[in-house]
């Protein structure tokens, strides 16, 4: 009984150890990381600019305000005028503010005056009436352009197809090293993927002041309006992945 009972326990101790390096020892797979990009320059196609009306009044707020709300009423109401609301194109408030401002004596805090400021975003594909936006605005009292930007409508589907091609990229360049090896890429280890755009040249507005030439008529020409160069954007794909092989 006492042999029977040994043995049992030599057979467990036995199975244990055999469980416990079987857990601890794996075959370790091979496999070949690489780096991929692909890029694309396409022409903008949606513009985005911030204007900012600001005004000021040395006594009330109130009065700044009431004069703030009545240029920016004219601003918005003749930009949404030359937009395509069909085509996308919106305008919507992006910042209102109203505050004193002070000036400083010493330790002592004075009430300089009163300022209220209200920008407007407008988003519109009309890439091409952007500086007569600008030029209206500011004609009807617009004090500030504070940013202009550009983008394409269509940049989930290029980055779709830049990753794919980058994709293939990975795997083509993978499979010529493994053949050089030489070895056999049998999956997939993992895939890291990333898409983003910038504008490769920096996009700028200048106000154009020409000299004033009479026509044979004796009118003055029609002044030329800002000019915009929106450049190109760049979308770049890259993909960073390992493949195992045998």
């Known amino acids: 009984m006492k042999k029977f009972l040994l043995l049992a326990a030599v057979i467990a101790l036995g199975c244990y150890s055999t469980q416990a390096i079987t857990t601890t020892t794996g075959i370790e797979r091979g496999y070949i990381s690489v780096s991929t990009t692909a890029n694309a320059e396409l022409a903008p196609d949606v513009a985005e600019v911030s204007i900012a009306v600001q005004t000021y009044d040395n006594k009330s707020m ?35 503010n109203a505050s004193p401002l002070y000036t400083y004596s010493g330790n002592k805090r004075n009430l300089d005056k009163y300022q209220v400021s209200n920008s407007v975003i407008v988003h519109t594909k009309s890439i091409d009436k952007v500086g007569a936006m600008i030029d209206k605005a500011i004609s009807l009292g617009a004090t500030n352009v504070n940013s202009l930007s550009f983008s394409v409508s269509n940049y989930e589907n290029e980055c779709n197809n830049l990753l794919e091609l980058a994709s293939k990229r990975a795997k083509l360049r993978a499979e ?20 983003n755009a910038n504008n490769a040249v920096r996009t700028q507005y200048r106000m154009m002041k020409s000299n004033v030439l009479m026509d044979a008529a004796g009118a003055a020409p029609e002044a030329a309006s800002t000019t915009i160069e929106s450049g190109v954007v760049k979308i770049f794909a890259n993909v960073n992945a390992s493949f195992f092989v045998k």
């Open 62 to 96: 109130q009065k700044a305000t009431l004069q703030n709300k009545e240029i920016s009423e004219k601003v918005i109401t003749e930009l949404k005028a030359m937009i395509n609301t069909s085509n996308g194109d919106f305008i919507k408030t992006s910042d209102f």
């Open 176 to 195: 010529a090293v493994a053949k050089a090896v030489p070895a056999q890429i049998t999956g997939v280890r993992t895939m890291d993927l990333s898409c």
